[in-house]
């Protein structure tokens, strides 16, 4: 059994281990400390019956107990119904459909076929001819002139996550876009939005449908261990008083609650400090030195041809044409083709699309796009309403994407980058469009709790050369001092 597929397996058994202990303390509680400690103590022992203490106990216990499950079952809920994954492309599906090659046993090289080239074997972009191409943060793309889908979905937002060349970043694994944010889980072997990291006591993904549901369990988790610790302790130490036999059930209790109210206590601050900067445990690895190159559309092109401090991509991109196909051009050097970027591919078909052309922007190293403020980032996870911090009805309103700006809201790292690169922030295909604005966006949100979508409707665009030329990326836009 290979390290996932034990993974797997043990995210399947624990949550059943983790509720039969649960019932494990509640019968100590109940019954070993309140029925026959409390209110029905032995004729031999010198202690009268104390029904306050045991009412009490009971009453504390089972809120606490009640608010934990709800959110553990809730939690697992989220997590079998709707983890976050992002759907997979039409050619992935198309993929697992061919015939597996057939391997040939025998000592004759002559024989053994040639392996047959999948999208895994390929190492270029959709569109990208051979010794094109870009491998940013690992992550190869096939070598294909068909359209792959879903480009649509990042080019009619203002701002979305990209590459140094100006394109999504691509999944090599499960064919497809990434939206922003999202991540590939290898346990799974699926993109997940938002990914946190896969947890083997909640069954599998913690991601941005469950990240409240996952904190407000540990939370619930941890003042259950402390509450438990706590009262075990103290009936432990009476009875080591009082020269009694210790109980068993006992020792296993106050274990159990001092081992797990520890881990509760680090998860619960780990988790808040996360939300609290708005990025997550796979975000945090690379936090202080991570740069993110932002896609950010541009409403009024520069066209006199002036040298910018930074590239353009203009979509919808362009069918790729073999080079061997297209006619005889002079050559153009770098800084002419900055805003020719339909010059290095040819059309098959017009589009009906309206072109947008995007700057490629990066942040400094370290600085987080999607910082709002430690209270904005809160509630982005959180809700807006009071109630939604303590009880896991609704959804994160991070988890709405529906958006005109971005798929989350922007931070003022934004605005500077936009500043920096004297690009106007108002868009005039959204200026007559109020909903898209990011305060708008937070008062539907707080109206929202609406089933979040965990995916994108997929789509054809055409793919090609279109936007890559133009001038090297300056570090301008990496010395600002934020």
């Given at each position: ?10 995210a399947r058994i ?258 808040l400090q996360l ?155 959204h200026a007559d ?50």
């Amino acid at each position: 059994m290979n390290q996932k597929a034990l993974n797997l397996f043990i995210a399947r058994i624990v949550p059943v281990i983790l509720i039969g202990l649960v019932g494990y303390i509640t019968w100590i509680v109940v019954v070993q400390i309140c029925v026959s400690y409390l209110l029905h103590p032995l004729s031999t022992a010198p202690r009268a019956r104390r029904s306050g203490a045991a009412i009490a106990i009971l009453i504390i216990y089972f809120i606490l107990l009640a608010l934990m499950a709800v959110c553990y079952f809730r939690l697992l809920q989220t997590v079998v119904t709707n983890p976050g994954y992002v759907p997979r492309s039409t050619h992935w599906y198309q993929q697992q459909k061919q015939p597996k090659q057939t391997k040939v046993s025998s000592s004759d090289p002559s024989q053994e076929k040639p392996k047959k080239k999948t999208w895994h074997s390929h190492s270029r972009q959709p569109g990208y001819s051979e010794g094109e191409g870009s491998s940013t943060g690992g992550s190869f793309y096939p070598n294909i002139t068909a359209p792959a889908s879903g480009l649509e979905n990042f080019y009619t937002k203002d701002v979305f996550v990209c590459q140094n060349d100006g394109r999504p970043i691509w999944c090599s694994t499960c064919l497809n876009w990434k939206p922003d944010r999202a991540h590939h889980c290898r346990e799974v072997q699926r993109c997940v939005r938002k990914m946190d990291h896969f947890c083997p006591w909640v069954g599998g993904i913690v991601s941005e449908t469950n990240f409240k549901f996952f904190l407000q369990f540990v939370t619930y988790g941890t003042l259950y261990c402390i509450f438990v610790g706590i009262f075990m302790a103290v009936f432990v130490a009476e009875k080591r008083r009082a020269h009694d036999e210790l109980n068993i059930h006992w020792i296993l209790a106050l274990a159990f609650a001092i081992l797990f109210g520890l881990f509760g206590a680090g998860m619960t601050g780990g988790t808040l400090q996360l939300i609290l900067i708005n990025s997550t445990t796979v975000e945090n690895l690379s936090r202080k030195t991570r740069v993110t190159y932002l896609a950010v559309h541009i409403p009024r092109p520069d066209t006199s041809g002036a040298a910018l401090s930074y590239r353009t991509i203009t979509y919808p991109l362009r069918p790729h044409v073999p080079a061997n196909e297209l006619p005889a051009q002079p050559a153009v050097s770098e800084t002419a083709q900055t805003n020719a970027n339909a010059t290095t591919s040819t059309s098959t078909s017009p589009s009906t699309t309206p072109p947008r052309t995007f700057a490629i922007l990066a942040t400094a190293p370290g600085i987080n796009p999607w910082d709002l403020g430690f209270l904005t980032n809160f509630k982005e996870v959180m809700g807006y309403h009071l109630w939604d911090w303590f009880l896991p009805l609704k959804y994160s309103p991070c988890c709405n994407h529906n958006g005109g700006e971005s798929d989350f809201l922007l931070g003022p790292v934004v605005d500077r980058l936009r500043k920096e690169a004297g690009i106007s922030i108002m868009d005039d295909t959204h200026a007559d469009a109020p909903e898209h604005s990011p305060s708008r966006r937070r008062r539907r949100r707080r109206r929202g709790g609406e089933e979040p979508s965990v995916g994108r409707d997929p789509g054809l665009s055409g793919i090609g050369e279109g936007g890559r030329g133009g001038r090297k990326h300056r570090s301008r836009t990496r010395d600002f001092g934020f």
